[in-house]
């Protein structure tokens, strides 16, 4: 985690949101929540409980890339990957939202919560086999080689570890 920008004015920002839903959730259903509440996701539970990953999940899917990235270790639990497969989001229009869409299922919260993410500079904010081929990301293409059983491609590091 060394030098990941953590703050503590986000950290309090996310535990008043957490305790703001957790008032409302228990509230009066007259109660207006000023909580967004993001498009659900696919299947029937997230990777970890919904209370969990509301509050923890940036820790699992940091944890994940430093797996990863440092370790090689690729497991699927909490693969960013499978975040955006289950967790895009399809507009009125048909499309499935990008990250800077105020309808895209991580910005939704963030941009209410205040926080800034570069992860989809990199990452693809959509599912790979919907995102159009010149948009794919070095993600996106490195999980469609691993999927034709080609070695996919030689892992860059992360902005913030480079020396
Ligand atoms: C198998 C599909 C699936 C995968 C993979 C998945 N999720 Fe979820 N996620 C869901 C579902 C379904 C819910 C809603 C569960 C509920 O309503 O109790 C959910 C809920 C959430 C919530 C809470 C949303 C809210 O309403 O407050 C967050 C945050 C979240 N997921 C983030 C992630 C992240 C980050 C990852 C990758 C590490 C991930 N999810 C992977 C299906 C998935
Ligand atoms: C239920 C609302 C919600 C959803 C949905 C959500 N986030 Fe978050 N996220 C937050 C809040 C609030 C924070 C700030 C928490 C903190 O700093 O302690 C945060 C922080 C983060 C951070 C750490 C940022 C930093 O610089 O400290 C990452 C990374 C992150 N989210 C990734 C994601 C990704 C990727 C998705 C979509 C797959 C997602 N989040 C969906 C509410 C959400
Ligand atoms: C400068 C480009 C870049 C940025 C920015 C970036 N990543 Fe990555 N990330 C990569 C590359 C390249 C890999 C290795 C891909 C591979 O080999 O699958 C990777 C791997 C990962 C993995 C492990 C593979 C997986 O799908 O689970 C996770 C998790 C991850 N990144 C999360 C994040 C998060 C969260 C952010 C934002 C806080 C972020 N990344 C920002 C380039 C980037």
């Given at each position: 985690m060394n030098g990941h920008p953590f703050t503590g004015g986000r950290r309090f920002a996310a535990t008043a949101l957490v305790l703001a839903a957790?008032?409302?959730?228990?509230?009066?259903?007259a109660e207006v929540s000023l909580?967004?509440?993001?498009?659900?996701?696919?299947?029937?539970?997230?990777?970890?409980?919904?209370?969990?990953?509301?509050?923890?999940?940036?820790?699992f899917i940091l944890h994940q890339r430093d797996e990863t990235v440092h370790r090689g270790i690729r497991t699927s639990r909490h693969s960013f990957v499978g975040c955006i497969d289950c967790h895009a989001v399809k507009r009125d229009d048909g499309q499935l939202a990008r990250f800077d869409d105020p309808e895209h299922f991580c910005t939704r919260c963030h941009s209410f919560?205040?926080?800034?993410?570069?992860?989809?500079?990199?990452?693809?904010?959509?599912?790979a086999n919907q995102a159009?081929?010149?948009?794919?990301?070095?993600?996106?293409?490195?999980?469609?080689?691993?999927?034709?059983?080609?070695?996919?491609l030689p892992?860059?590091?992360?902005?913030?570890?480079l020396p």
């Open positions: 957790v008032l409302s959730a228990g509230g009066a259903a909580v967004p509440v993001p498009a659900r996701g696919r299947g029937d539970a997230c990777v970890e409980p919904t209370e969990v990953m509301r509050r923890n999940h940036m820790e919560a205040a926080v800034r993410i570069d992860c989809f500079e990199c990452h693809a904010d959509r599912p159009p081929a010149a948009e794919r990301s070095p993600t996106t293409l490195s999980q469609l080689a691993r999927a034709a059983g080609l070695p996919g892992s860059v590091r992360h902005a913030e570890q």
